[in-house]
């Protein structure tokens, strides 16, 4: 079984900054995908940035040039630095870990961006 613990979440002023972290336990295997997504209510929940075992990583193009995926394999932990955070950006942010056995997902954590 796998499972995935976010922090980091909360309430910033526009042009501020968070970061996200998730832990993962449990059975990973060593290579996997790991990704950030987000959900707004009555809208599907997208990706905004996966990393690779080794590092490959990708954004979504709202978030390029502002947004820093990264992970510590050792560890089992991803991390998202939300750098001038918009409005937007209000949502429930998502760790998902996708590998061979399978597609698992975290509770979510709240990142509200307002005055």
């Known amino acids: 079984q796998v499972q995935l613990v976010e922090s980091g979440g909360g309430l910033v002023q526009p042009g501020g900054s968070l970061r996200l972290s998730c832990v993962g336990s449990?059975?990973?295997?060593?290579?996997?995908?790991m990704g950030w997504y987000r959900q707004v209510p009555g809208k599907q929940r997208e990706l905004v940035a996966s990393?690779?075992?080794?590092?490959?990583?990708n954004y979504v193009d709202s978030v390029k040039g502002r947004f820093t995926v990264s992970r510590d394999n050792a560890k089992n932990t991803m991390y998202l630095q939300m750098n001038s955070l918009k409005p937007e950006g209000k949502a429930v942010y998502y760790c998902?870990?996708?590998?061979?056995?399978?597609?698992?997902w975290g509770q979510g954590t709240q990142v509200t961006v307002s005055t």
């Open positions: 998902n870990v996708r590998s061979y056995l399978g597609n698992y």
């Open positions: 990393v690779t075992t080794g590092g490959i990583t």
């Open positions: 449990g059975r990973i295997p060593s290579i996997n995908v």
